[in-house]
Each structure stands twice: as structure tokens, then as C-alpha cells.
């Protein structure tokens, strides 16, 4: 069973940093694009990053370029995002998502969600 | 950055009905589009990838049509478990464009 399962979530101040994990489990993770998006309280969907099998394309929304920094270890089956500078604005629920295998990134298995709350 | 708009922004309906939702594209995706629905507190899940192709155990009551800017996603008869929130998709170009999202409610 395709499983992508998210941690590190939690309360932070502005200005700080946190790290949240997707370990990935059921697929052969070396073989699949990996996408963060994620969704503001009561708000709609928001594309984040985005790293492909190799790490050698890496893509992030503007909102968060330049102080989040996307990474995966294919050794180890795991997705990180490293979000440092946090605006009170990137609270959100954050969201790890596989690409399917389709011609272009939709995103076929997304995890449970880690909330990120910024907040003094 | 393509701007994603659906309508309409929330709808009422009743089990049974067909429902459609509409989503257009600020500029030419070809068949670049998806739909997903999110349920309150769950993770979006993937119903149509390419406009118009299924995803795999999705019910066939739904379908995707159109290609360029306008794009609709009909569901056929409504049973109470797609009362959600659904979302289109641009894979076109990054940045990734989500529309704003249409709330389906029940009659």
C-alpha cells in the first residue's frame, strides 16, 4: 500500500525555523517526483516545491523562495522541507505529494498533513 | 503564473441531481488540468488527471471534458459521499495553479 506520511508540524514564533519529514512507504521512491503543497485555515490548495527523482530539478512557489529549501534521501525512503524566516502567513497545513506517473506533475497520493502554525 | 477560476464558488444540490463545475485557465493548458476533491480535515484526492481521464477506482459517474482555458467537471447522479469541496489543477507550467475551489452542499 502507497503510504507518504508527514511529521514535524507544530508551533513556532516568526522568524523561526522547522523541518518537516514525509517518509515514504509502498513504491519505489526513486522512481517518483515529490511535491510539498499546502492549505491555509479554511483557504484553498497552495503549490509549495517540488524535486524530481534525482534532485537535480528543484522548483518552489515564490512565496517561499529563498527560506524554504526542499531535499530527499532516496536511501532512506524521505522527503524533508526546511522552512526557515516563517511568516505568520505560512501557517498551513502542509501536505507531501507523489507525482504520478503521468506526462505531467499531478499528484496521485498525498499524506495526512502536518500543521505549521506561526505564531508569537 | 497561470491563474486558475472555477465556478461557481459554492453549490447546492440534492442526491441524484448531475452537478457541474466549471474551471478556466488564464491562458491556453492544453489538457493539463486535474480535479480533486478534499473532505473536511483529509488530504485532496485525485479524480481526473489530463482533463479527462479517471483516475483508477474512481466512480464513473464522474467525467472531465474541455482543453485550452475551459474546463468542466460533471458528476452524473450525486451520492451523499461526494458532498465536498473540489478543487482544478494546472500542471501545464510551474508555478503548479489550483482554482479557488467550489463547495458542494447538500440541498
Known amino acids: 500500500e502507497v503510504q507518504v506520511v508527514e511529521s514535524g508540524g507544530g508551533l513556532v514564533q516568526p522568524g523561526g525555523s522547522l523541518r518537516l519529514s514525509c517518509a515514504a512507504s509502498?513504491?519505489?521512491?526513486?522512481?517518483?517526483?515529490m511535491h510539498w503543497v499546502r492549505q491555509a485555515p479554511g483557504k484553498g490548495l497552495e503549490w509549495v516545491s517540488y524535486?524530481?527523482?534525482?534532485?537535480?530539478?528543484?522548483v518552489y512557489a515564490d512565496s517561499v523562495k529563498g527560506r524554504f529549501t526542499v531535499s530527499r534521501n532516496n536511501a532512506e525512503n524521505s522527503l524533508s522541507l526546511q522552512m526557515n524566516s516563517l511568516r505568520d502567513e505560512d501557517t498551513a497545513v502542509y501536505y507531501c505529494?507523489?507525482?504520478?506517473?503521468?506526462?505531467?506533475?499531478?499528484?496521485?497520493?498525498w499524506g495526512q498533513g502536518a500543521l505549521v502554525t506561526v505564531s508569537s | 503564473d497561470i491563474q486558475m477560476t472555477q465556478s461557481p464558488s459554492s453549490v447546492s444540490a440534492s442526491v441524484g441531481d448531475r452537478v457541474t463545475i466549471t474551471c478556466r485557465a488564464s491562458?491556453?493548458?492544453?489538457?493539463?488540468l486535474g480535479w480533486y476533491q478534499q473532505k473536511p480535515g483529509k488530504a485532496p484526492k485525485l479524480l481526473i488527471y489530463?482533463?479527462?481521464t479517471l483516475q483508477s477506482g474512481v466512480p464513473s459517474r464522474f467525467s472531465g471534458s474541455g482543453s485550452g482555458t475551459d474546463f468542466t467537471l460533471t458528476i452524473s447522479s450525486l451520492q451523499s459521499e461526494d458532498f465536498a469541496t473540489y478543487y482544478c489543477?494546472?500542471?501545464?507550467?510551474?508555478?503548479?495553479?489550483f482554482g479557488q475551489g467550489t463547495r458542494l452542499e447538500i440541498k
Open positions: 505529494a507523489r507525482r504520478g506517473n503521468y506526462p505531467r506533475a499531478f499528484f496521485d497520493y
Open positions: 509502498g513504491f519505489t521512491f526513486t522512481s517518483y517526483g
Open positions: 524535486i524530481d527523482t534525482t534532485s537535480s530539478t528543484i
Open positions: 491562458q491556453g493548458i492544453s489538457n493539463w
Open positions: 489530463a482533463a479527462s
Open positions: 489543477q494546472q500542471a501545464n507550467s510551474f508555478p503548479i495553479t
